[in-house]
Nanobody
Framework: QVQLVESGGGLVQAGGSLRLSCADS????????MGWFRQTPGKEREFVAT????????HYADSVKGRFTISRDNAKNTVYLQMNSLKPEDTAVYYC??????????????????WGHGTQVTVSS
């Protein structure tokens, strides 16, 4: 069983930084590819970043490339999203997700099997 819990969201000024964490209290973490998505009211969930099971492959949305970094610590069953140079348009609920196909770095939310409950990130101008 995979249980994902996000933390680290909050309110930050534009140009600031936040680090999101997502911990899995369930199965062997290295078997899971992990992704971060975000959603604002009235819009579809949007891909942000993904990382393969052993961390060798990553992929980012163009909108966050160069500002956000996804990483993972398999010994701690945790994936991180370091967000720098934040912009008001980054405001959203951020979700982490787990894909049982651990070599894949998918940008599609339909490929992910488990989801956390989300953490709010608000960037003020």
């Amino acid at each position: 069983q995979v249980q994902l819990v996000e933390s680290g969201g909050g309110l930050v000024q534009a140009g600031g930084s936040l680090r999101l964490s997502c911990a899995d209290s369930g199965r062997s973490f290295v078997t899971l590819a992990m992704g971060w998505f975000r959603q604002t009211p009235g819009k579809e969930r949007e891909f942000v970043a993904t990382i393969s099971g052993r961390g060798g492959n990553t992929h980012y949305a163009d909108s966050v490339k160069g500002r956000f970094t996804i990483s993972r610590d398999n010994a701690k069953n945790t994936v991180y999203l370091q967000m720098n140079s934040l912009k008001p348009e980054d405001t959203a609920v951020y979700y982490c997700a787990a894909d049982l196909t651990n070599w894949r770095t998918s940008v599609s939310s339909r490929d992910y099997d488990y989801w956390g409950h989300g953490t709010q990130v608000t960037v003020s101008s």
